[in-house]
């Protein structure tokens, strides 16, 4: 099978940090998206950014810009659907998404979520990590998709669904566990105070 296409979710409205584009603030002399792109890029064919609005402001990155097809920020799956309309096009089979303001991520998240999906017979495969209270928990924005799926995905969303694993559970989803070392590496930053702690996290691993 063909190497998956990779898809950066920036499409969100990024309130708890006061609005505005997540994936531009600047951690350790680089931009999220920048070290997200930098993680990203060589595990997929081919990578693209899901935002909404005028995608010049990413023009820095020499990335295709792609909206979501459903108005109204009805969140993650919405980009998801816009990543495996554009994949369609590109003639790809599947997807992985990837979230702007996620910059520690695996590097080999893509080849073990195709592992998971394979392993488990599953068409759709999400990034996991062991949690002290939950056992393991998903990472919804980080996932396997197909593009076969994508008309099914419309309807969901026509329909009122928004919920990431209501959808993924009624198809069956196999768990890509990765482990935990110092920090978990699918932690992101949602407030000023996750990106004190991002900052700290840099100095530690470029210190």
Do not use: C, Y
């Amino acid at each position: 099978m063909q190497q998956p296409l990779g898809v950066i979710l920036a499409g969100g409205q990024a309130r708890r940090m006061g609005g505005g584009d997540k994936g531009l603030l600047m951690l350790g002399g680089q931009t999220l998206l920048a070290r997200v792109i930098a993680r990203f890029e060589p595990q997929v064919a081919k990578l693209a950014l899901n935002a909404n609005g005028d995608g010049a402001r990413f023009d820095q990155f020499g990335l295709p810009v792609i909206g979501d097809s459903i108005d109204g920020f009805v969140g993650p799956l919405a980009g998801v659907l816009a990543g495996l309309d554009w994949a369609a096009a590109n003639g790809a089979d599947q997807i992985v998404t990837a979230a702007a303001d996620t910059p520690f991520f695996p590097a080999d998240l893509v080849p073990q979520l195709l592992l998971a999906s394979e392993h488990q017979g599953k068409p759709i495969a999400l990034a996991a990590t062991p949690h002290k209270d939950r056992g393991l928990m998903r990472h919804p924005t980080f996932g396997l998709w197909p593009v076969a799926l994508r008309d099914d995905l419309r309807a969901a969303l026509s329909g009122g669904l928004r919920k990431v694993v209501q959808w993924t559970d009624k198809h069956g989803a196999a768990t890509a566990a990765f482990t935990v070392a110092r920090f978990d590496p699918f932690f992101n930053v949602n407030t000023p105070e996750d990106m004190k702690i991002a900052q700290l996290l840099v100095s530690g691993d470029e210190g």
